[in-house]
């Protein structure tokens, strides 16, 4: 008797702990994961301050607060082409990462900008459209990269107020 409510005990910490785990991570973002990177939905409360800078394969801009996810740059490209995004970002305070997503939300490659200066290069795995994706949180300082590829890609730039 004494064993099977002991069980039962168990059994319900074991439902209680889970069903907090699947709760956290469905009401809750962690900035860090994989899963909020490449999340479909955008939201982007930016802090405009200033000096935006932008042609055809660039974009930089300062801004004293950015939090959420913004896709600010999508590029079409043919499959094995070899990406290089020159990344000259310097974030003052906060967290920010610099994401590419193919056109199903797969993360293709990522920058934690608190690991340093480094570019971002990679090859498309497929025919098809990517996202240039930043995603902040209590993030100040300035962003600023330039796009390069060893085959033509077709880019396009999303404004501060286009909607999502």
């Given at each position: 008797m004494k064993k099977k409510k002991n069980l039962i005990i168990l059994g319900l910490i074991i439902i209680i702990i889970g069903a907090g785990m699947i709760l956290y991570n469905n009401c809750f973002h962690n900035i860090d994961s994989d899963k909020y990177l490449s999340n479909i939905h955008e939201n982007k409360n930016i802090d405009y301050n200033g000096n935006h800078k932008s042609d055809k394969n660039s974009e930089s801009f300062d801004f004293k607060k950015f939090d959420g996810k913004w896709s600010l740059m999508q590029f079409t490209s043919n499959k094995g082409n070899k990406i290089s995004i020159m990344d000259n970002t310097k974030i003052s305070?906060?967290?920010?990462?610099?994401?590419?997503?193919?056109?199903?939300?797969?993360?293709?490659?990522?920058?934690?900008?608190?690991?340093?200066?480094?570019?971002?290069?990679?090859?498309?795995?497929?025919?098809?459209?990517?996202?240039?994706?930043?995603?902040?949180e209590n993030a100040s300082g300035n962003f600023n990269i330039s796009v390069n590829a060893s085959n033509n890609i077709d880019i396009s730039h999303r404004d501060f107020f286009d909607l999502f």
């Open positions: 305070k906060g967290k920010f990462y610099i994401v590419i997503l193919d056109s199903k939300y797969n993360i293709i490659a990522k920058k934690n900008e608190s690991e340093g200066n480094k570019n971002i290069n990679f090859t498309t795995p497929n025919d098809g459209k990517y996202s240039i994706r930043i995603v902040g």
